[in-house]
């Protein structure tokens, strides 16, 4: 299996050919793919994303059959579940890398901001589970100026709630910190742009490891 680096940078590469419209006539589906697939998997990424239809994992970073392994959830935030799968596709395929993928104008965190501001006693206690993950990340961002600035609350928040779960998966387990420490894993958080499609990954560290020589910047 590649490096948490290398996987990294094939999906920064994936995403330069998305937003440039080069899409890689090696990513389209194709039997071939799938029967060579259907035989095993060896994903070199675990993508944690929101639902958003118009924000497909495999697309924005143009990759084929069996490359990503995906877990989608709306407001992409961290339940057991979520953990659950990371571990097992991290223990599983030996896969390095783990991507918490946000995106600007999300509409879970539209709908926590307003829930927050309005509270309507939300009735779904199943849509209520995901606004409670989102909103630590808004409440503090309420007590501040942004609160009368919508549109940049909502980019704050949305950046907030993507660090918050990309920290939450890195201490979210004893599997996973062990993963960490050992075993090179690495959780980055990202935001994708609905406006260009570009994917910044905003979010790579905690805090720099020590003696690393990457640059910590972003394109
Ligand atoms: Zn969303």
């Excluded at 490096?3 to 940078?9: P, R």
């Excluded at 071939?32 to 929101?50: H, M, N, S, Y």
């Excluded at 390095?96 to 509409?107: A, N, P, T, W």
């Excluded at 420490?181 to 905690?206: C, H, K, Q």
Aim: glycine share 8%.
């Amino acid at each position: 299996m590649i490096s948490a680096q290398e996987a990294l940078e094939r999906l920064k590469e994936g995403n330069r050919r998305f937003v440039s419209e080069d899409w890689s006539t090696q990513t389209l589906p194709s039997g071939t793919r799938r029967r060579e697939v259907a035989a095993g998997q060896q994903p070199f990424a675990i993508i944690l994303g929101c639902s958003d239809s118009r924000v497909p994992a495999e697309m924005v970073f143009d990759q084929g059959l069996g490359e990503l392994f995906v877990i989608r959830v709306a407001g992409n935030i961290v339940a057991p579940s979520q953990i659950g799968s990371v571990e097992f596709a991290a223990e599983r395929f030996g896969t390095r890398l783990v991507i918490v993928l946000g995106h600007s104008k999300c509409g879970a965190i539209q709908a926590t901001v307003e829930e927050l501001e309005r509270p309507s006693g939300m009735r779904s206690p199943n849509l209520r589970s995901i606004v409670d993950r989102v909103r630590p990340s808004v409440e503090e961002l309420l007590k501040t100026d942004l609160r009368s600035n919508r549109e940049a609350l909502l980019h704050h928040a949305g950046r907030a709630n993507i660090r918050a779960s990309a920290a939450h998966l890195r201490h979210g387990s004893q599997t996973i910190e062990e993963m960490i420490a050992r075993n090179g894993l690495l959780v980055v958080g990202a935001e994708y742009s609905l406006e260009t499609g570009i994917v910044d990954f905003f979010d790579e560290w905690d805090s720099p490891p020590v003696g690393s020589k990457t640059e910590f910047t972003n394109r």
